[in-house]
């Protein structure tokens, strides 16, 4: 079964070979658009019958088999998706055709006295929600009971929460310091004016995200 036009899976090794030669050499940012028009199959020869859609994850590739008949861009590609397909068809298959229990089988629960219709089917089946405890499990059941009873029941524990002085309730925190011989060194401030800030803000995120930021934190305010 084909991908979706438009959707895609993590791309296998031919498909990041063939977008590596539209992409050599150029910086993250610079290859997006680049990538983008690779993915709506904008830049290659549409005459050219070896660059096709990989079946599985969806990305262009470049055929390299000589008969120029494959259908997934590499190995990966076709392991995973001939293992989607296998298990694709056992799901319809236990679907249409669903696997009786023994007791579906055997046992005709519908009748106003179920019964079984076979002994040993019976036997096999019954053991398992009738056999008895083990000597030490019982033990351990009567252990229990006796120390829930010396502490008077089975009692939710109190517990009482701490308040601060405003009402609120208090969070204990435990800090704990390793120790060193270091001295902390002189601790170091720098302002910024805020003609700065923007520069610098403008350099690491551009412009229109730095405006789409501030858009949405008036936004924000406001609400
Ligand atoms: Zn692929």
Redesign the pocket.
Known sequence: MKIKQGNY?N??T??VEYAREFVEGKSMLESLPTITSLMKGELHDVGNKRIKR??????H?NDQTRPNNSK???KE?KIARDTLNRKMKQADKALLNPKKTKKQEYYLDWLEYPFWINEYEMLKHTWKHEPSYGLSKVEQIAAAKQRTERIGGRRKPKYCTPMDKRGEKAHRVRVKFAKSDRNPSEVKTYRMDPDEITSYLVSKYGEKHLQSARRKAIEHRRS
Not at 54 to 59: E, K, L, T
Request: proline share 6%; charged share 10%.
């Open positions: 899976r791309p296998g031919g498909a990989c079946d599985y994850c969806g990305y590739y997934t861009c590499s590609c």
